[in-house]
């Protein structure tokens, strides 16, 4: 990826079958040394239980797949500083996911 500037979304899979979370994003890329970091701001606030959802399934696995426009999909790495900051997306470079959601999705 050497840039990419639009909408995406971020899919929270719990395994091939079961997606347990889906937000919408605005997501900047940009190249940084050999590979890239994003940035992304979520379409919508989220409200206090979205949120807590949302933290629940950052403290199982900060790892998401990243969805564009064209069905295309790579798994990310997401930082959460809070609710109202935007949240920090590197490439997922360790392999799978952990457990159970190992070969989901992609």
Do not use: H
């Amino acid at each position: 990826m050497d840039s990419y500037d639009g909408s995406a979304t971020l899919e929270w899979w719990a395994n091939p079958s079961t997606c347990l979370g889906s937000f919408r994003v605005t997501l900047t890329t940009s190249v940084v040394g050999g590979g890239w970091k994003g940035v992304a701001i979520l379409d919508s606030p989220m409200s206090a239980s979205d949120w807590e959802g949302f933290d629940f399934l950052m403290q199982l696995d900060p790892v998401f797949t990243l969805r564009f426009a064209d069905d295309s999909t790579v798994w990310v790495d997401v930082i959460a500083e809070g609710a109202d900051e935007p949240l920090v997306l590197s490439p997922f470079e360790s392999g799978e996911p952990a457990g159970s959601r190992a070969g989901s999705e992609l």
